[in-house]
């Protein structure tokens, strides 16, 4: 069975459960018997359809990516400049956060641990590479200041974490759309050369 398939109650519940039990306690410090407890499952439930932890922890991260990246395109490859598509892969981010924070803070508590398998990392991020493709567009093109692309990365997913933060953990919610405009054009102004629209 594919990872990112429509779930039965019983798996979501368990992953469900887990997603917010690895955030507050981390994977280790996580015992199965209780994420069993949170999700109202039997042990033996959770391992009828995940065989190890890791395999549990695995299918949360496969899935949380692929709802993210399935947010992150809308509207995407409808924009018609590196601008445009920067602006939307910056407000389309900040959307998902805020209405998934707990998967938001799994994805970043989890991005880089070695918990995740390194088979779903790559598959994973197999599956962000246009992302990869609109920064190399942009430094080809000189739209960008002359620092190193992946500098240009930095700058810009650590605004928009820090922006997500921000949102949430000021209760702002309802002002998240205006926030992330501000955001991106802050972004913007740090990563074009003077004079790029």
């Not at 109202?40 to 496969?62: M, N, Q, R, W």
């Not at 409808?78 to 805020?98: D, G, H, P, Y």
């Not at 926030?179 to 991106?184: D, L, P, R």
Request: hydrophobic share 40%; with cysteine.
């Amino acid at each position: 069975m594919d990872k990112t398939d429509i779930l039965p109650d019983k798996k979501e519940a368990i992953m469900n459960a887990a997603l917010l039990l690895f955030t507050k306690r981390g994977f280790y410090q996580t015992p199965t018997s209780l994420i069993s407890k949170e999700a109202k499952v039997a042990t033996g439930t959770l391992f009828h359809y995940f065989k190890t932890k890791e395999e549990l922890i695995d299918s949360i991260y496969a899935i949380s990516k692929k709802e993210y990246k399935e947010a992150l395109i809308k509207g995407f490859y409808e924009s018609s400049t590196i601008k445009e598509k920067m602006r939307t892969l910056c407000k389309n981010s900040i959307r998902w956060a805020v209405k998934n924070p707990e998967k938001h803070m799994f994805i970043r508590l989890f991005c880089s641990s070695p918990v995740i398998s390194g088979e779903i990392r790559e598959d994973v991020e197999k599956r962000f590479t246009f992302i990869d493709d609109l920064f190399s567009e942009a430094s080809e093109s000189e739209i960008f200041t002359d620092a190193d692309p992946r500098l240009h990365f930095i700058f810009c997913i650590s605004s928009i974490n820090g922006a997500c933060d921000y949102i949430i953990e000021n209760g702002l919610q309802d002002k998240s759309e205006a926030i992330s405009e501000t955001v991106f054009n802050l972004i913007w102004d740090g990563i074009a050369k003077k004079g790029i629209n």
